[in-house]
Nanobody, 122 residues
Framework: QVQLVESGGGLVQAGGSLRLSCAAS????????MGWFRQAPGKEREFVAA????????YFADSVRGRCTISRDNTKNTVYLQMNSLKPEDTAIYYC???????????????WGQGIQVTVSS
């Protein structure tokens, strides 16, 4: 079992930036793919971005591609989501996920953090 703790959320104006962090613990944390999902009020949880265990491969939802980067530091068992040019529609609870690479984009698979609020004001 992998434990995940998110940090770095908050309130930001449209056009601003935020960096989310997710600290992972557990023996297998550094060998798993890591991802970010988000869930806005009244909507289903959706995939945002993911990175494979080594950091060599990254994946993004169309809605954030070009505005977000994802990276990881396996010496710290931490994954980062840098979000730029934020829009009000990015407002959601953001969840960190750890999973096998084959299912990292699936919203009902893997280990999850408790979530962190990101609010973008217009």
């Amino acid at each position: 079992q992998v434990q995940l703790v998110e940090s770095g959320g908050g309130l930001v104006q449209a056009g601003g930036s935020l960096r989310l962090s997710c600290a992972a613990s557990g023996r297998t944390a550094s060998s798993l793919a890591m991802g970010w999902f988000r869930q806005a009020p009244g909507k289903e949880r959706e995939f945002v971005a993911a990175i494979n265990w080594s950091g060599a491969s990254t994946y993004f939802a169309d809605s954030v591609r070009g505005r977000c980067t994802i990276s990881r530091d396996n010496t710290k068992n931490t994954v980062y989501l840098q979000m730029n040019s934020l829009k009000p529609e990015d407002t959601a609870i953001y969840y960190c996920n750890a999973d096998q690479i084959a299912t990292i984009t699936e919203a009902d698979s893997g280990s999850w953090g408790q979530g962190i609020q990101v609010t973008v004001s217009s």
